[in-house]
């Protein structure tokens, strides 16, 4: 049989005792080790194991539950498998013992440090690794800047030379180079911002498709909606996607210019160049050139 230990003085688990020569003895649990034995031995079974199959449904019935918990220790099984080859393992964070949420927030740790390593080796500045959340699954381009309180989750993609947060969530999202994102602002599931698009305080898009050079300031939400190029949405923007029994696209066009308070009653599209007034209320298309005001929105200066 192979077992796998760690040199780790933190842990309590079972202690692997040594003969003379170094080979295994046996395993000491916690409750049934000695002061000496909880003193001087700090190598410690950590739960991994392989054996001859062969032999080990055998050996099982010889186990018995002479200990001070009574209890049928799996362990024992090595005094009579021999040899036993124990291999140690150079990083106790390789096989960290989670027995509660303390020790699972601890492993947790560990790994997501670990992300943010690889993340920073690769070019990728984290301002704050102690507040920065990012999934194993998440990319990230050269040069771009994680501000602290950030959550990256999922198949989230950020591209090169961006800046997010801080106190950003963004979960299978995708964003372009050169973009920007937050303070305090939420990306959800199926939205895709292009290059160099501004995404500010406390705006919230899902499903949602951003042109490239387009603006969302702040206090907007934007659901199924596909945004042209350089547009602009003014701060309290609302697309109402939803009718109480379907989600409604809203397509904006390049270059719109969306008032402050604009609520937009999808399904509707804007044309290019379109605008709006503060408050509108805007329940039927726009033409491309044409500016809607009022509640309900109507069309009062067209293109030429």
Do not use: W
């Not at 002479?66 to 005094?79: H, I, M, P, S």
Request: overall charge negative; aromatic content about 4%; hydrophobic content about 35%.
């Amino acid at each position: 049989a192979t077992i796998a230990s760690v040199e780790d003085p933190t842990r309590d688990d079972g202690r692997i005792v040594r003969s003379g020569d170094g080979s295994l003895e046996r395993i000491v649990e916690r409750k049934d080790a000695t002061s000496e034995q909880r003193m001087q031995v700090h190598e410690f079974n950590v739960g991994l194991y392989c054996f001859d199959g062969s032999r080990l449904a055998a050996e099982l019935e010889k186990i018995k539950d002479d200990n001070k918990a009574g209890e049928f220790y799996l362990t024992d099984v090595f005094l009579h498998l021999k040899p036993v080859t124990v291999v140690k393992l150079d990083d106790p964070n390789e096989a960290m013992g989670i027995k509660d949420r303390v020790r699972l927030a601890r492993a947790t740790g560990v790994l997501r440090r670990r992300i943010l390593e690889q993340c920073m080796l690769g070019g990728v500045t984290i301002v704050d690794p102690e507040s920065t959340f990012v999934d194993v699954t998440v990319t990230i381009g050269i040069d771009t800047v994680i501000e602290p309180f950030t959550v990256l989750k999922g198949a989230t993609n950020i591209g090169s030379e961006c800046r997010i947060g801080p106190h950003v969530y963004i979960e299978d999202a995708r964003v372009g180079d050169r973009s920007d994102c937050g303070p305090f602002a939420k990306l959800r599931p199926g939205t895709e911002i292009a290059e160099d698009v501004h995404i500010g305080s406390f705006a919230e898009l899902v499903r949602t498709k951003v042109g490239r050079g387009s603006r969302v300031p702040h206090v907007s939400y934007l659901g199924d909606t596909d945004l042209g190029a350089d547009a602009n949405i003014g701060a309290g923007t609302i697309t109402a996607n939803f009718d109480g029994t379907n989600k409604n696209r809203t397509e904006i066009g390049d270059g719109a210019f969306i008032g402050v308070d604009t609520m937009l009653v999808a399904p509707v599209k804007l044309g290019k160049g379109a605008r709006t007034g503060a408050g509108s209320v805007v329940t039927k298309d726009v033409p491309d050139g044409a500016t809607a005001v009022g509640v309900p929105a109507r069309v009062i200066r067209r293109k030429s």
